[in-house]
């Protein structure tokens, strides 16, 4: 049982350590005045950013913050 314990928290570490580098990776979301007055909801690049490099960051983040939540979860269990 501690050999999977140790198993669980290497994945989580390392898990934690590719959830900062691609938080760090994404662009900022804040378009200041510029967004404001001009829009951007029209745009090609709005309208496939699921398909872009971005859109795969976004997922991948939503993806790797729930696995850390529910393994900090599960380790924060006395097993």
């Known amino acids: ?3 999977l314990r140790t198993i669980v928290m290497v994945l ?6 590719v959830l900062t580098v ?12 510029s967004g404001a007055i001009n829009g951007v909801a029209d745009t090609y690049w709005g ?13 991948a983040t939503k993806i790797l913050a ?3 939540f529910v393994i900090a ?7």
């Open 22 to 33: 691609i938080i760090l990776m994404q662009e900022s979301k804040t378009s200041g005045l």
């Open 47 to 59: 309208k496939n950013k699921g398909r872009s490099m971005e859109g795969k960051l976004e997922k």
């Open 1 to 3: 049982m501690e050999v």
């Open 66 to 68: 729930v696995l850390f």
């Open 12 to 17: 989580f570490v390392l898990i934690s350590i």
């Open 73 to 79: 979860i599960a380790l924060n269990m006395n097993w």
